[in-house]
């Protein structure tokens, strides 16, 4: 891993992380879903940093608040899905499936990842395996299904786990402590479908512990470790990731 280029976590609001992928050659940066302004003003002004691009995942507003005050700041561009042009007027650039970005020294391709939002897509960065997948997944769970179908979900999921198992996922939320709770309580279901791996889950579980405990992030996942404990990522099918979610939707 190149230690000149990395991804700084700020944390925004009660659980939300703005990512600032950095480039020390180039003292330049990119930011991944400002849901507001000001963590990312202080954080790239003190680096002495330019802002090169803002990428977005969706429309909702914890995601997007901030974008307008950055790019009026620093004059750079807005990349955001197509599908979200009209809920997000103010982008320079929209993208869809399978689209490439180059904003040197990283590239990036775009997923559409249906099932959260309609239009939600991921940006995936293939020289250093990130992908930041804004609501899509999160530390032992998924989104919320507020426009999307349990298919789309589950197809989106899927799509997910066949990236390489390295890789590691900048989700948006730091919901994962709660996910455990779930999974607890999953575990001790007499109907779940799932046989998640116990020993894999205990190791997350004090991995977790000791992260949180010194104040640091859950996030970046690695996405090898949400394969054999997330559930949402080892459902089968539609229908084994349709109970889950409506499961976790009454916690
Ligand atoms: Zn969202």
Redesign the pocket.
Known sequence: MNKNQYVELLPIFEDNYVFVLVDRASSSALVVDPGESSAAIDFLTSHDLKLKGILLT?H?P??IGGVQELKARFSCPVYAPLKNKTQIPFADHYVQEADSIHLAPFSFQIMELPG??LGHVAYWEPQHQWLFS??VLFGLGC?RLFEGSFAQAYTSLQRIKNLPPESLVFCTHEYTERNLQFCRILSSEDNTPLLGNAEALDQYASDLRTKRSQQRPSVPLVLSTEISTNPFLMAQDEEQFRYLRELRNRQ
Do not use: A, L, V
Request: glycine share 22%.
């Open positions: 969706h909702h914890d995601h959260h939002t804004g609501d989104g």
